[in-house]
Nanobody, 123 residues
Framework: QWHLVESGGGLVQAGDSLRLSCAGS????????MAWFRQAPGKEREFVAG????????DYADSVKGRFTISRDNAKTTVYLQMNSVKLEDTAVYYC????????????????WGQGTQVTVSS
């Protein structure tokens, strides 16, 4: 059973940086692709960033390219999302997800989800 726990969210000012973490409890963490999604009020959940099992393949939504960086540490069974130069539009609940795939970017690819962590960006 997968147990994913996000942390690192909070209230930040536009232009600031923060890092989200997602810790997994499964020993086979390295066999799963990982990703971050987010959902803003009144909007559909959207893909933010994804990383393959090995960390070689990485995908980003156009809206975060150049600002966000996804990484993983399989030894620590943790995936990170470094968020730089945050914007008001980044305000959302951020979810960590795991997929029994080499690589994934669609919600339907992912079978395990964390509870989410709130990121609120103020002006």
């Amino acid at each position: 059973q997968w147990h994913l726990v996000e942390s690192g969210g909070g209230l930040v000012q536009a232009g600031d940086s923060l890092r989200l973490s997602c810790a997994g409890s499964v020993g086979s963490f390295s066999t799963y692709a990982m990703a971050w999604f987010r959902q803003a009020p009144g909007k559909e959940r959207e893909f933010v960033a994804g990383i393959s099992r090995s960390g070689v393949s990485i995908d980003y939504a156009d809206s975060v390219k150049g600002r966000f960086t996804i990484s993983r540490d399989n030894a620590k069974t943790t995936v990170y999302l470094q968020m730089n130069s945050v914007k008001l539009e980044d305000t959302a609940v951020y979810y960590c997800a795991a997929a029994f795939l080499r690589r994934g970017t669609r919600q339907t690819d992912f079978g395990s989800w964390g509870q989410g962590t709130q990121v609120t960006v103020s002006s």
